[in-house]
């Protein structure tokens, strides 16, 4: 993966962040298209459901059709952040049954 320059401010940040409780204050200017592939242009979207309990099927999520690239060092600095417990708060579940679903693709859209 290679290095994501528009992340750089927000993972500088992120040190500030190590300690539960901690509050900082952000002195960048951030376009949110900068965050996305190809500005995000092209996405999926589902309603699904929360990924913690509850789990409530309550959620428009939203699934960008190209990766983000981000640095293995950069992911590293998110993965290092935890909770109040020292735990890291990542989630990994398992994807879940379709239940009917149905997914939009939606390309070009903007």
Known sequence: RNYNRFLGP?????????????????????RISDLLPHGGKDFARYHGSLTTPTCDEKVLWTVFLDPLSISEAQMNRF????NAEGVSDFNFRPVQPLNGR?????????
């Not at 993965?79 to 935890?82: D, L, V, Y």
């Open 10 to 30: 927000i993972i500088a940040s992120l040190q500030s962040l190590q300690s539960p409780g901690n509050v900082t204050q952000f002195h960048f200017v951030l």
């Open 79 to 82: 993965r290092a952040i935890r």
């Open 102 to 110: 149905k997914l939009t693709i939606y390309r070009n859209y903007v």
